[in-house]
């Protein structure tokens, strides 16, 4: 496994490279203008956007641009933020943790929901609670994340007076109080991003346990008078998990982009709402260096589980 993990890293360089190129080059040649609002103010000259333009180089050809970006971002400086005034870096290392915690806490949600009620399911199909699970499962996975956050805040916020619906991050409690206004303002995101993952990971996980379930191994286990519950956990499970960690990985993409929208929503300071303000801004340093963390993350996510099939499988080999 080391010799496959240092090959999966050194695989990594090209892909970056390829992904910062193609960022760089759509971005670069998108319309707008970071400068719009000073050349279309009458009180700033002209000549103070035409040296503002000259001193960030957006007037040089593209590949010196691209060149001169990736040199930058290689030494650790992401850029400046025309519109915050302030380096790339030190934005999203501000707003990065608040979205790992809640991205993280919405996965571990949406598998902790999944797991029992998917495995429970396939062991008694077509009983009433695996009818109800079936049928809830539809309805969470259909509902687009942006009505299901609205319904929380009716109910939780404005119904009941439960929790709040905007995200504060500078709450001026101290000590345990700090933590608890913490978790409740992150109750109703991590809620609406893991019941969403969580909805279509009950019913992949159903069907992996069905098609597990009925292999001739299990039911030499069960001949062999292992508990059911071992027969379960051990053989069932253990193996039912492998495709599941695989659709985990492929749905990052999606559950940074319903982060995204989530985030809009409760007003959560991470970096999807950063994302969404930069855009609308022009700011595209921001925007570069969001997207790129972001495909970062993604890779990182599919490292880790291909390393775990052969945590789940031993008969998987790295070579």
């Not at 000259?45 to 180089?57: D, H, Q, T």
């Not at 079936?134 to 609205?150: C, K, N, Y």
């Not at 609308?280 to 390393?307: G, K, R």
Request: aromatic residues 12%; charged residues 15%.
């Amino acid at each position: 496994m080391p010799k496959y993990l240092v090959r999966r890293l050194l695989i990594l360089v090209p892909v970056l490279f390829g992904i910062s190129l193609v960022l760089f080059t759509v971005l670069a040649l998108a319309p707008g203008d970071p400068f719009e609002e000073l050349a279309t103010n009458p009180n700033v000259p002209a000549e103070v956007r035409v040296n503002l333009r000259a001193k960030f180089g957006l007037d040089d050809p593209l590949p010196i641009r691209y060149a001169r970006w990736l040199t930058s971002m290689v030494r650790g400086d992401w850029g400046f933020s025309f519109v915050s005034r302030v380096d790339v870096d030190t934005l999203i290392l501000q707003r990065l943790p608040t979205t790992i915690v809640v991205l993280g806490s919405a996965q571990v949600l949406a598998l902790l929901v999944a797991l029992p009620i998917g495995t429970y399911s396939a062991l008694r199909p077509y009983s009433i609670f695996d009818q109800v699970a079936t049928t809830l499962a539809f309805v969470g996975f259909s509902l687009p994340t942006f009505f299901t956050g609205l319904v929380f805040i009716l109910i939780f916020s404005i119904y009941l007076d439960w929790l709040p619906f905007i995200y504060r991050a500078d709450i001026s409690a101290t000590g345990w109080r700090w933590w608890w206004e913490h978790v409740r303002q992150a109750i109703m995101p991590v809620a609406v991003l893991g019941l969403f993952q969580g909805a279509s990971l009950t019913r992949f996980m159903r069907s992996a346990v069905l098609d597990v379930v009925r292999l001739d191994y299990v039911n030499t286990a069960r001949a062999k008078g292992l508990s059911e519950r071992v027969t379960v956990v051990k053989h069932v499970v253990r193996n039912a998990l492998i495709p599941v960690v695989t659709l985990v990985a492929l749905q990052i993409p999606t559950i940074f982009g319903g982060a995204i929208i989530t985030e809009q929503i409760f007003r959560v300071p991470g970096i999807g709402s950063l994302l969404i303000s930069s855009i609308l801004a022009n700011d595209t340093p921001v925007i570069m260096a969001i997207t790129f963390v972001f495909s970062c993350l993604l890779l990182l996510s599919n490292l880790v589980a291909d390393l775990l099939y052969g945590w789940l499988d031993p008969r998987i080999s790295y070579r």
